[in-house]
T-cell receptor, first 115, second 112 residues
Framework: SAVISQKPSRDICQRGTSLTIQCQVDSQVTMMFWYRQQPGQSLTLIATANQGSEATYESGFVIDKFPISRPNLTFSTLTVSNMSPEDSSIYLC????????????FGPGTRLLVL | GENVEQHPSTLSVQEGDSAVIKCTYSDSASNYFPWYKQELGKRPQLIIDIRSNVGEKKDQRIAVTLNKTAKHFSLHITETQPEDSAVYFCAAMYSSASKIIFGSGTRLSIRP
């Protein structure tokens, strides 16, 4: 496996502000994803972070609200823009490692509370 | 559309008994089915997975079965222990887009 780190681990934000979450992996990565997990709920895919190009967003998620960057193979950011209380969730980075075609690992998550 | 259904949503079993969680998927081209365990406040951890060319896979007390015809797969935990208490998620990879979609989760409680 690999060490996947996320920053910040948690934050409390005011509505209308934005927060950028970072994900860093210490191994070679083929694919990176961002998921949202609302309280007591399952994992919902937000987007696939593509290296050097625009992310691929799932239905219900748009770039203006969740801009994503992936400047290199092992690092990605997710921004939650113009936040509202409904954005309070855990945001998880997930990766597939080089040499493991399908297996997907998760970062520790960022716990976001919007007031 | 892409969908994974999971049942039951909650499951309580006596310690030492078996637990079974069932999932169905909608894309007949799906070829990879992982199971994750998530303890309270922690990240999801992969516990077992199965690929479409195999009907069953076992790892100690955990086994997974796959019925491709019926588009069903199940997780079986035998001789349950208190540390098995967690939320379990099934998932399926939709090969057309190479993305993994998760079921709604099962909260498993082990009664002492």
């Amino acid at each position: 496996s690999a060490v996947i780190s996320q920053k910040p681990s948690r934050d409390i934000c005011q509505r209308g502000t934005s927060l950028t979450i970072q994900c860093q992996v210490d191994s070679q990565v083929t694919m990176m994803f961002w998921y949202r997990q609302q309280p007591g709920q399952s994992l919902t895919l937000i987007a696939t972070a593509n290296q050097g190009s625009e992310a691929t967003y799932e239905s219900g998620f748009v770039i203006d609200k969740f801009p994503i960057s992936r400047p290199n193979l092992t690092f990605s950011t997710l921004t939650v823009s113009n936040m509202s209380p409904e954005d309070s969730s855990i945001y998880l980075c997930s990766v597939r490692l080089a040499g493991e075609v399908e297996t997907q690992y998760f970062g520790p998550g960022t716990r976001l509370l919007v007031l | 559309g892409e969908n994974v259904e999971q049942h039951p949503s909650t499951l309580s079993v006596q310690e030492g008994d078996s637990a079974v969680i069932k999932c169905t998927y909608s894309d007949s081209a799906s070829n990879y089915f992982p199971w994750y365990k998530q303890e309270l406040g922690k990240r999801p951890q992969l516990i077992i997975d199965i690929r479409s060319n195999v009907g069953e896979k076992k790892d100690q007390r955990i086994a997974v079965t796959l019925n491709k015809t019926a588009k069903h797969f199940s997780l079986h935990i035998t001789e349950t222990q208190p540390e098995d208490s967690a939320v379990y998620f099934c998932a399926a990879m939709y090969s057309s887009a190479s993305k993994i979609i998760f079921g709604s989760g099962t909260r498993l409680s082990i009664r002492p």
